[in-house]
């Protein structure tokens, strides 16, 4: 099983941008999709954006389609989520999450990382 660390959160004002990172020990990340999801106090964790390891396929919630890109990189075994144009309601925990390469974008993850932090102030 991949384990998956999770860096890159703080505090940012709104308008700015964050890039997190996740990085893979274990073994690669390949074979695998890979997901950010969110989670703010009193809501339920929701989807943020996903992508295929090998061929590099992407899907993005609409909250935050074309604000946020996820990418990767084989060479570092990490994937990210670049974060542009901020608002205070993206603030949440942040976690990266992993599944098997096949099946849907937004659901069936069973490996989960710990959360970085994302605070967006007004």
């Known amino acids: 099983q991949v384990q998956l660390d999770e860096s890159g959160g703080g505090l940012v004002q709104a308008g700015d941008s964050l890039r997190l990172s996740c990085a893979a020990s274990g073994r690669t990340f390949s074979g695998y999709t890979l997901g950010w999801f969110r989670q703010s106090p009193g809501k339920e964790r929701e989807f943020v954006a996903a992508?295929?390891?090998?061929?590099?396929?992407?899907y993005y919630a609409d909250s935050v389609k074309g604000r946020f890109t996820i990418s990767r990189d084989g060479a570092k075994n990490t994937v990210y989520l670049e974060m542009n144009s901020l608002k205070p309601e993206d603030t949440a925990v942040y976690y990266c999450?992993?599944?098997?390469?096949?099946?849907?974008?937004?659901?069936?993850?069973?490996?989960w990382g710990q959360g970085t932090q994302v605070t967006v102030s007004s």
């Open positions: 992508i295929r390891w090998s061929g590099g396929s992407t």
């Open positions: 999450a992993a599944k098997s390469y096949s099946g849907s974008f937004t659901s069936g993850y069973w490996n």
